[in-house]
């Protein structure tokens, strides 16, 4: 028997469709030696050792493991081809030779990776295996034991300066100051006023409505009614006629097709999918077999996919959207590998409409349209279109323009939303056009908005801050800390994610450094390509890192969290007045005499313009115990409405 160790049950199902009976498959359930859960488990005085321990509730399976180990001939370890995939691998090759202080012998063991889960990848990959790669274990080792040194280390000082019960991570509290620093630009901004201007003229074949741009060939701005009254009157007397007419045609190309982060905020913008959500949706479409590795930077395709994938689009489309030659993509990402592939379906010809069945839903169906839309358009001709600018100029030295967009050919657009074409009405070279009125239209500077999820993935992503792999455990923990908080889909930072952020900017101006924590990536990259010594990155770091955490001990001041207040009176002690303050479990209601007076009560936050749509009452906003928010009825139990989206209750004027 040749027993295979993949990290999930369904992963384990599936190949064994694939492979025949002289193969036992099994799974590890992801992770089963860890970091002790107490206490910080890395002996910092000897070269960073870790002390890794037997997963709580894990100890049945190792022992499984065990047990089919000794019947096996040959052991393959087949998990995830990624950091994590290595590291589980080399901790069950561990847990399989080692007993008392026998070192670690791999020579039973052989490690298979794939990108894919098909019969011809996983055949691939038995005929020729290879060995666990010590440069992703040690990669994967550094970023672990470097998050606990910061987490461990940092989270006590918080105690002692912030409030009991927080914690600091070296990338997470790094993207609350991302959101922090959105909020103050939004809190400092100050609206300016502009005017927007348009005249109305007629041409021989019709109405040409055309923009205000230019005074004396400058670009001009209007930032009053004053001016804006001035400019109205020089527009209302001026004669008009066309200066220039530009026709160019312009090529969309085809997008690349998806790379983990790309998918991400895609799926934020298309669906309003959390990343945390379409991570998981991806996972199961992945282990079924039916799309390519998801945790992927890379933008390379199988040569055999690009081909199967122009068949299809010559049988359905026919040529005419068929390149002369394949699109090739050239990955952007320094450190993407370029072995890996893009995501892509394993089977371009598998419909959305095929794959149900089992535990895939809905929107398992929806997040495979979407990669297999992509694929295709990947692999078609550009779209076309006529762009038309037209500028007219005025016998009083204004200069205005319009633009018109035609699309002449789909391309890739087949496979897209339709866009509205802006078509222009026919003008000649110097034709004359008569006035017939003026619009102007008032607005103000707005201030930068807040992050969704899909723009924070992207700030992240650009900044060089974590991996595809880690946004949406970054943007999980964020949120399950109750650092920051989302209102109607953007994040806000709450108060306690104010104060930390203020704490640790102050205090520990390296960990919360962007460049600092981006370089701290490129290095734990170079570990895995084995350019750096992964002992030497966490010294470097840790010696003056410890340090710094010493001195402010001892010199840095206390930091308060800003409390909300309600504007009542605390009904217990008549004396202090009730705040909001964020606990574990969200906001609760406090008197702010605390801890002199110690009254509490739930907090329940009322949304406006909505009511129930069954008896008529306010609507409430309410959390899952795993934090999740949903909407219900203020009058519960009485009525037990409830709604994961405001739009489900009634809106009211």
Not at 57 to 66: A, T
Not at 165 to 185: D, P, T, W
Not at 291 to 303: E, F, G, K, P, Q
Not at 327 to 355: C, D, F, G, L, M
Request: with cysteine; proline share 4%.
């Amino acid at each position: 028997m040749k027993l295979i160790v993949v990290e999930s049950p369904t992963k384990a199902k599936t190949l064994t469709k694939f492979l025949g009976s002289g193969f036992k498959v099994t799974s590890s359930m992801g992770h089963i030696r860890d970091l002790p859960k107490s206490g910080l488990g890395v002996d910092v005085d000897h070269n960073f050792k870790p002390e890794y321990e037997i997963i709580k509730g894990k100890n049945k399976i190792v022992k499984e493991l065990r047990t089919l180990a000794k019947q096996a001939k040959e052991i393959y370890l087949a998990t995830d081809p990624d950091r994590e995939g290595e590291a589980i691998a080399y901790h069950v090759a561990w847990v399989l030779s080692h007993r008392g202080k026998k070192e670690l012998d791999l020579k039973n063991f052989k490690r298979v990776t794939f990108h894919e889960i098909t019969e011809r990848a996983i055949k691939a990959a038995l005929e020729s295996p290879g060995e666990i790669d010590f440069n992703l274990v040690n990669a994967q080792q550094a970023r672990r034991i470097l998050d606990r040194l910061v987490g461990y280390t940092l989270s006590p000082v918080l105690w002692k300066k912030v409030r009991r019960g927080l914690s600091a991570g070296r990338v997470q509290s790094v993207a609350v100051k991302l959101v922090v620093e959105r909020e103050k630009e939004r809190e400092a901004f100050k609206p300016k006023e502009y005017w927007e201007m348009w005249v109305r003229l007629k041409a021989k074949a019709g109405i040409l409505k055309v923009e205000l741009d230019k005074f004396k060939n400058k670009k001009i701005e209007l930032s009053s009614e004053e001016e804006m009254k001035k400019v109205k009157e020089d527009l209302r007397k001026a004669k008009y006629w066309v200066k220039e007419v530009q026709e160019k045609e312009i090529k969309s190309p085809a997008p690349a097709p998806f790379t983990t982060s790309v998918l991400q905020q895609t799926a934020a913008n298309v669906f309003g999918w959390s990343a945390k959500r379409t991570m998981s949706l991806a996972q199961d479409l992945y282990e079924r077999g039916l799309i390519t590795y998801h945790r992927t930077d890379s933008v390379n395709l199988a040569m055999e996919a690009v081909m199967a994938t122009r068949d299809w689009i010559k049988k359905e489309f026919g040529d005419e959207y068929l390149p002369a030659k394949p699109n090739i993509y050239k990955t952007r990402s320094k450190v993407a590998q370029e072995a890996h592939e893009a995501i892509r379906p394993t089977r371009i010809e598998v419909s959305s409409e095929a794959i149900g069945g089992g535990k895939l839903n809905q929107s398992h169906a929806k997040l495979y349209d979407l990669i297999r839309t992509r694929m295709l358009q990947s692999q078609m001709k550009a779209a076309v279109y006529m762009k038309t600018v037209i500028k007219v100029a005025s016998d009083n030295d204004y200069e205005l323009k319009t633009e018109g967009k035609l699309l002449k050919f789909l391309g890739w657009k087949k496979l897209a939303k339709k866009e509205t074409d802006v078509e222009l009405v026919k003008v000649g070279l110097n034709e004359n056009l008569d006035y017939i009125n003026v619009i102007s239209e008032q607005k103000f500077t707005k201030p930068p908005a807040r992050y969704t999820e899909a723009g924070l993935i992207k700030e992240l992503e650009k900044r060089g801050i974590g991996r595809p792999s880690t946004y949406a455990t970054i943007i999980s923990t964020i949120q399950g800390r109750m650092y920051v908080e989302k209102e109607a889909k953007r994040f806000k930072p709450t108060n306690i994610g104010r104060a930390v952020t203020q704490f640790l900017d102050e205090n520990f101006k390296q960990i919360m450094d962007y460049d600092f924590t981006a370089r701290m990536e490129d290095e734990l990259d170079e570990i895995a390509g084995g350019k750096k010594d992964w002992v030497q990155v966490l010294r470097n770091f840790w010696e003056p890192f410890i340090t710094k955490v010493k001195e402010v001990e001892k010199v840095s001041k206390r930091v308060a969290i800003a409390v909300e207040s309600t504007g009542k009176k605390c009904p217990k002690c008549k004396e202090g007045e009730l705040v909001i303050r964020m606990g574990r479990f969200g906001k609760f209601l406090s008197c702010s005499r605390f801890p002199e007076c110690d009254y509490k009560a739930p907090y329940v936050e009322e949304v406006k313009g909505y009511v129930c749509p069954e008896c008529g009452n306010k609507i409430v906003v309410r959390r899952t115990r795993k934090g999740r928010t949903f909407y219900g009825c203020a009058k519960y139990p009485k009525c037990k409405w409830a709604g994961w989206k405001l739009s489900e209750a009634k809106k009211i004027d």
